[in-house]
């Protein structure tokens, strides 16, 4: 079994209310040195064979990640 | 800016159903070699010095995950 991680980020010029609500809650645990907050998803596929970044890079555009507010990373996790 | 990464994933003992519904849709797409599917969560923190770990852990375990269902993964990247 190998592993496929595919990493959907929202773009840099989309607002983002969820990381936004957390950077917000976070002086009041004390934290001052985070500037901001990005939550995006991870997606684990596990392949049966061989893993192919092709494949899963196709399955992020298609299924995963949506292209017009949404950017995407594709890596074999060892 | 220095960017700590967590990523959060359900325990493999939760049942994962948004990751279920994208291994039964790959079929349909032509894809038979993805055994299975999980999805969770990345989140980005840019801290404003040195990145800290220890309180990028403080901040996965108090706001970022419900360690109950999920266990989570920090770490510095480059």
């Known amino acids: 079994m190998a592993r496929v991680v595919v990493d959907v980020m929202l773009k840099p010029e989309i607002l983002d209310p969820q990381g936004q609500a957390v950077a917000n809650a976070l002086p009041r645990l004390g934290v001052t040195e985070v500037a901001s907050v990005r939550i995006g998803k991870r997606i684990e596929l596990e392949f049966t064979g061989e893993p192919d ?24 996790e060892k």
């Open 53 to 76: 970044l092709e494949k899963a890079r196709e399955i992020a555009d298609k299924l995963l990640a949506n292209t017009v507010i949404e950017s995407f990373d594709v890596r074999v």
